[in-house]
């Protein structure tokens, strides 16, 4: 069972920053696609950010220039540093994780994390 772990939400004031982290405990890390999803109350799940094992990176237009997703092969690690931030980014995030690009594109993946919660006051 391939367990995702995400830390660093928190509270922030409008046109501040945070840094998420996800860490995933799998000996077959590289290999695997990563992506960021967000849930705001009342909304669907949305995907924000992917990014491949290769390294090709998604982002949603409502983030784009804002975000920016990364990965760290050696510590089994994505991150998604969000710049910027808007209340209308207030949600929970989530780590995901599938063998397959595609999987996590299109709102699939097959692992998910538990979510961290991410406030930013107007």
């Known amino acids: 069972q391939v367990q995702l772990v995400e830390s660093g939400g928190g509270l922030v004031q409008a046109g501040g920053s945070l840094r998420l982290s996800c860490a995933r405990s799998?000996?077959?890390?590289?290999?695997?696609?990563m992506g960021w999803f967000r849930q705001a109350p009342g909304k669907q799940r949305e995907l924000v950010a992917a990014i491949s094992s290769g390294g090709t990176t998604y982002y949603a237009d409502s983030v784009k220039g804002r975000f920016t997703i990364s990965r760290d092969n050696a510590k089994n690690t994505v991150d998604l540093q969000m710049n910027s931030l808007k209340p209308e980014d207030t949600a929970v995030y989530y780590c995901?994780?599938?063998?397959?690009?595609?999987?996590?594109?299109?709102?699939?993946?097959?692992?998910w994390g538990q979510g961290t919660q991410v406030t930013v006051s107007s």
């Open positions: 799998a000996r077959t890390f590289s290999s695997y696609a």
């Open positions: 995901a994780a599938d063998a397959h690009y595609r999987g996590v594109v299109a709102g699939r993946p097959a692992s």
